[in-house]
């Protein structure tokens, strides 16, 4: 595993992260610089990949699928129409989904600004969306 990529740290608990939920083999947790309040993203922790299409048709189901129950948790929490879902990765080079609550298709809009909310804020956002997903 790269150890300069933050990921990697954040699946070994050396960087801080606001979870909102985990399993053998994925990780959920807050964007720190979130596009929308509830900006949650979602990584294997066992594949160090930068790219989704290279996994395995059984671990690419398999991120998809707990993606989809952080979603479902997520929109059940924060208010949207929808929640989308983004793959690019070109940030940090190791598999990540973007879950992004939204409104309207500029809430997807990768280049503008980001939100600033507090650690109360993060605490609390990510307390109340792990309380709604079912694993």
């Known amino acids: 595993m790269n150890n300069k990529n933050i990921f990697n740290k954040i699946i070994k608990n050396e960087v801080f992260s606001y979870k909102v939920a985990e399993n053998i083999d994925h990780l959920a947790f807050l964007d720190i610089h979130p596009m929308k309040i509830g900006h949650t993203l979602v990584i294997p922790k066992k594949i160090n990949r930068d790219k989704i299409f290279s996994l395995s048709e059984k671990d690419f189901v398999s991120i998809m699928s707990f993606s989809r129950k952080v979603a479902i948790g997520i929109e059940k929490t924060i208010p949207c129409n929808r929640v989308g879902i983004f793959v690019m990765g070109f940030e940090i080079p190791h598999i990540h989904i973007h879950l992004i609550p939204m409104?309207?298709?500029?809430?997807?809009?990768?280049?503008?600004t980001r939100i600033i909310l507090s650690t109360k804020k993060l605490k609390f956002l990510s307390y109340?969306?792990?309380?709604?997903?079912?694993?």
């Open 103 to 112: 409104d309207k298709e500029s809430d997807g809009y990768f280049s503008k």
């Open 128 to 135: 109340i969306i792990k309380k709604s997903i079912n694993l």
